[in-house]
């Protein structure tokens, strides 16, 4: 049958059944996407809630248009996990703990944030509502359930707003890892917070010379490479630096407001599933006290793991330890 005869017969219906099945969806062709496209404009209004669609093996489209870029490792029937990144990264940061979970017979996925990695650059919604509904657009297109949920700094917000906005029927487990919630910003209601003068300045990096923020940061706070008897690793410093200049600079600006002004706080009194919180007690980007700290006196049933000298970077210095740590807690 030539593609466009195929056009003709393919329903809205049938693209997602399509999606759903992966290799499918990967031999339909660019004309019939837009095919598929014009279809859906003219049977809805331009403003109509369009439900999210899978486009190849490894995108989603969200239902405001936005690609998302996914990784699916292990065993397909496996306990599914999901692991949120922080900010400026992509799902590259999580692949330590990503194969180690997937050898371990769970299966993993991990996203590129709106904005970030290889997803596509929206100009609007960089903000966690937007952040949150994309999460929920991978779960429910991918159909899966009993899902745990890891955040890194960035991506506990992420994660926190998912369970916000959208509950836990679809969880099974969270994880709080180097977080930002319940609240960067210091305010009258949270003096632990960094002032926002703080924030200005990192925006105020971005728009003068964002490449050599990002190096700045990896090769200082981020790792710990600026404390005393600290050996830097080349290796961690390019990875980051890397995976901050693929994401867009107005999504990773714009990002900046979203992570650390979010009041996290409602969120967090929804957690009513086992819930991991790590962090390392020298963490000089996201500061224990008003993050894990915090956190854990919000979600009293939650485990706190404090890691001795550990800075934000965890996911990388602290690898090993993480990863075990992670893998005892979904397997309790």
Known sequence: MSNSASNQN??????????????????????????RADAEEQAAPASADRSPVKQSVNTILTRDGVEIYY???GPKDGPVVILSHGWPLSSDSWEAQALHLANN???????????????SQPWHGNDMDHYADDLADLIEVLYLN??????????????SRYIGRHGTSRVARAGLIAAVPPL?????????????EVFDGIRAASIA?????????????????????????????????????????????????AFSETDFTEDLKK?????LIVHG???????????????????????????????????DTHKQQLNDDMLAFLKG
Do not use: C
């Not at 990896?218 to 630096?241: E, L, T, V």
């Not at 957690?271 to 819930?275: G, L, N, Q």
């Open 209 to 257: 010379d964002r490449s050599q923020l990002y190096k700045d940061i990896a090769s200082g706070p981020f790792f710990g490479f600026n404390r005393p008897g600290a050996k830097p690793s080349q290796g961690m410093i390019d990875s980051f630096w890397l995976q901050g200049m693929m994401a867009g600079h107005k999504n990773t600006y714009d990002s900046i407001k």
């Open 184 to 196: 960067m910003l210091k305010t009258a209601a949270n003096p632990g917070g960094l002032p926002i």
């Open 71 to 73: 990784k699916d490792w």
């Open 281 to 315: 007690d020298d963490d000089q980007i996201v500061p224990i006290d008003a993050a894990a700290r915090a956190s854990k006196a919000l979600v009293p049933h939650a485990t706190l793991k404090v890691y001795a000298g550990g800075p934000h970077g965890i996911t």
């Open 271 to 275: 957690f009513d599933i086992p819930t």
């Open 10 to 35: 393919f329903s809205r219906r049938n693209v997602l059944l399509a999606g759903v099945g992966g290799a499918g969806i990967a031999a339909v062709s660019g004309a019939l996407a837009g095919a």
């Open 105 to 119: 017979g769970f299966r993993v996925i991990t996203h590129d944030r709106r904005g970030h990695g290889r997803s």
């Open 146 to 159: 009993a899902v745990s949920l890891f955040g890194f700094s960035t991506g506990g917000g992420e994660i």
